[in-house]
């Protein structure tokens, strides 16, 4: 499946999907054949992080940097 290229757009795809289809970062990617580092590196760009206790990827703040 071809993923958003837009970050932020990326960002809603995944956390919608994650929210309604997936039990986690690892099974969505394994189901949509995509890179999780990548995807997790593209997303630090705009600073946004996966947490897996929220299985989402949230917002990274300026403690955590």
Known sequence: MLLPKDPYILLSFLNTRLRDQYADLED???????????????????????????????PITSKEV
Not at 29 to 45: F, I, K, N, P
């Open 28 to 58: 969505l990617c394994a189901s949509l054949d995509a890179d999780e580092q990548s995807l997790r590196e593209t997303l630090a760009g705009v600073d946004y992080r996966y947490d897996p206790v929220y299985h989402q990827f949230i």
